[in-house]
């Protein structure tokens, strides 16, 4: 099998999280602009994670990842209900091994009618997870349609609460109550 992955971080890399203010409104993240990430995709094409005009939401999932195996059905309900409409959803898939479950991603995602198209693919060394400022899966950073970060999150966020996170990035209100 040819391995292809993101092969270009342009901009700054995002800040690790601060146990402290990880996921609320002092998070060192918000207010930063994302790098933007290029690579391959699954079948081989060009694929770019970066700016667009509408706000997004950046998920880095590994195939293995029982957290992952969980929130991709959730996200897939999501976006059947509309409840996503608004909000770019880009993918990357991180932490591969063909040792491990769900191999390949591309089988995997395809399998749970994945609706989120091209999908990126991380290098063995994690550095498209690691220039968004993270180290765990699922990750998603949230940027607002100015194309900075408005929050973060680590692991299951559930179906009530992603739903409020595009509700809110769509009508530009913060994530997070002061």
Same mark, same amino acid.
């Given at each position: 099998?040819r ?16 146990? #402290? ?18 690579g ?37 309900? *999501?976006?059947?209900? #509309? ?17 491990a ?16 198209k ?10 498209? *997870?690691?220039?968004? #400022? ?16 408005a ?5 299951? *966020?559930g ?12 009508? #530009? ?6």
């Open positions: 099998m391995r292809c992955w993101a092969s270009k971080i342009d901009g700054s890399k995002l800040p690790i999280p601060d146990e #402290g203010t990880f996921a609320t409104s002092d998070d060192p993240i918000n207010g930063k602009t994302p790098p933007t990430l290029t391959e995709g699954f079948a081989g094409q060009s694929v770019t994670v970066g700016p667009t005009t509408e706000p997004r939401i950046v998920i880095f999932l590994a195939h293995s990842c029982p957290h992952c195996q969980a929130e991709v059905p959730v996200i897939v309900e *999501l976006a059947e209900e #509309g409840k996503l409409d608004g909000v770019v959803v880009q993918a990357i898939t991180t932490n591969t091994s063909e040792d479950a769900n191999y390949p991603p591309s089988k995997w995602l395809k399998r749970e009618d994945w609706p989120f091209p999908v990126l693919l991380d290098d063995p060394k994690l550095r498209a *997870l690691i220039a968004f #400022g993270a180290g765990s899966f699922p990750y998603m950073v949230f940027v607002a349609s100015d194309g900075t970060v929050g973060r999150w680590s692991g299951e *966020l179906k009530a609460d992603l739903a409020e996170v595009a509700r809110r990035l769509v009508a #530009g209100e913060p994530l997070f109550e002061e």
